[in-house]
């Protein structure tokens, strides 16, 4: 038997080290050929989805540990409205009119393309106009927020918890706003397949939110105070993210008036109004179940959904390999590469339901013992709720997979039709399943409806278009002066 010398084992251990190490730089790859470019869109894919894990973990586990702390100091009422204002301010991030969409195309296109022009007047016209957005949004809840019965909306009880409504109302309004023009830095690295950058800093964002909560917590701050040291830490780390990316890594692409182009600004206002009426549908479809059961069920009712869509939710890992491919499969589309498509959404569907499956069967089986332990015994999950949360998280990779193709070009308009369905049909069924059913009764009606109305119709679109575009040969054409993709 040979036995390597020391030097030796060392060495190969530093090869094997150099190797992974790789795949976290550029220009491992010949972009100029089709192998090459296929390998890079992997990789890149490869680290963004690495960084997402580290996010998800921190992000986890500051989850793990802000829930009890915020459920034992404010109580399941303060806690539960929370979630309630938490759903309906979030609908203001439909403000962006999908202009936020709308660049993450623009900037995988020009990426694709070479085309370095485009990508400067897509960013500045798209911060510009958000911008301005975020100005009417912060004067339309200063003017709004005083005079509507949050009290009676919310069906809030006790007269501490009224008090608290509005301030903190306006706490996420502000921090919505604000995130609106800095959320521009998150489509151009992502556009770009250089999601890992916005994942460290996502990263970074959950350690300072739950820093924050700590300390809002320990110097006994109220539920406004709470909600913006929580709301408050995403802000900051994007504005520092923002920063970095405009005066350190792409100075070149920072948004100026200069750069603003009217051409430029009506595309991304037009495809922006597609995905805003998508994102509308996806709130609709997905995210009206806060309301609906704090309205129905009440805000304690709401606590004991929201904790149980936390535990799926910080649990999936389907997410960390299918959001990479959005910018991936707009950057083949440009470059023709529709081979490489479809191969990738199938592998993608195999891997991701296999996952999927594998963390949801557990949490099925173990979901009560362990919301009790998280809440410290305060809310015990009904196992009806944990079923129908395994069942929805399996439809949403289907979904979730062919969206991320279906988002490009003129698919992005034809899949409009169906969802739209989908939707209005699962909207619908919550009203009617909330009270027989409870808490799981909004997440099977949001099976029922995308299942019954969404599955079919996007396999069909997918495969006619991907059929249609061999037959063509090639699914767009190049931007006229763009420069050459390889030279």
């Known amino acids: 038997m040979q036995i390597s010398h020391p030097r030796e084992l060392l060495r190969t251990k530093r090869q094997s080290l150099f190797r992974v190490l790789s795949l976290f730089r550029g220009g491992q790859n010949d972009i100029c050929t089709e192998q090459g470019r296929s390998a890079e869109r992997y990789r890149r894919a490869a680290v963004t989805a690495a960084s997402s894990v580290l996010a998800r973990v921190l992000s986890s586990a500051a989850g793990v540990v802000s829930v009890p702390l915020a459920i034992t100091y404010l109580g399941t009422e303060r806690y ?46 798209a911060f510009l106009m958000l911008t301005a957005v975020a100005a009417a949004i912060l004067v339309i809840a200063l003017v709004v927020n005083p005079v509507l019965p949050w009290q009676t909306i919310f069906k809030v009880r006790t007269a501490l918890a009224a008090g608290e409504v509005r301030p903190t109302v306006l706490v996420l309004a502000v921090c919505v706003a604000l995130n609106l023009p800095l959320g521009i830095v998150d489509k151009v690295q992502i556009g770009f397949q250089e999601g890992f950058r916005n994942n460290l800093w996502q990263s970074a964002s959950a350690l300072l939110g739950l820093g924050s909560i700590i300390a809002a917590i320990h110097f006994r701050g109220g539920l406004p105070l709470l909600v913006a040291a929580i709301a408050g830490a995403p802000t900051l780390a994007r504005a520092a993210n923002w920063i970095v990316q405009f005066t350190i890594t792409r100075p070149w692409l920072r948004p100026s008036l200069r750069s603003f182009d009217r051409r430029r600004a009506a595309q991304l206002t037009k495809t922006g109004s597609i995905f805003f009426i998508l994102n509308l549908l996806m709130i609709i479809g997905y995210s009206s179940d806060g309301i609906i059961i704090a309205h129905y069920q009440g805000p304690s009712a709401l606590a004991t959904y929201a904790v149980v869509q936390k535990l799926f939710f910080s649990t999936a890992v389907s997410e960390f390999l299918i ?50 332990w998280w809440t410290v015994s305060k809310i015990l999950a009904p196992v009806s709720l944990l079923v129908s949360f395994a069942v929805l998280r399996m439809l949403m990779v289907y979904q979730g997979t062919l969206s991320v193709f279906l988002n490009h070009g003129d698919m992005l308009r034809k899949q409009l039709g ?27 009606a949001t099976v029922a409806g995308f299942g019954l109305l969404y599955v079919w119709p996007a396999a069909r679109l997918t495969a006619g278009y991907l059929a249609g575009a061999q037959r063509q040969g090639g699914l767009v054409t190049h931007v006229p002066g763009g420069r050459p993709l390889c030279e």
């Not at 979630?83 to 999908?98: K, Q, T």
């Not at 910018?327 to 529709?338: H, L, N, V």
């Open 80 to 125: 539960g409205l929370w979630m309630a204002i938490s759903s309906v301010v979030a609908m203001l991030g439909l403000a962006d009119m999908g202009m936020g969409n709308g660049l993450l195309n623009a900037i995988s296109t020009a990426d694709g393309k070479s085309d370095e022009k485009s990508a400067i007047e897509s960013v500045s016209s």
């Open 323 to 372: 959001a990479p491919l959005w910018p991936a499969f707009g950057e083949a589309i440009a470059r023709d590469d529709y081979g490489w498509i479809r191969r990738t959404i199938r592998r993608s569907l195999i891997l991701n339901f296999a996952l999927t499956a594998l963390i949801g069967i557990p949490l099925v089986i173990y979901g009560r013992q362990l919301v009790a």
């Open 418 to 444: 169906f969802f739209s369905l989908a939707s209005l049909c699962s909207i619908a069924l919550k009203v009617v399943l909330v009270k027989p059913l409870g808490e799981a009764g909004v997440v099977w």
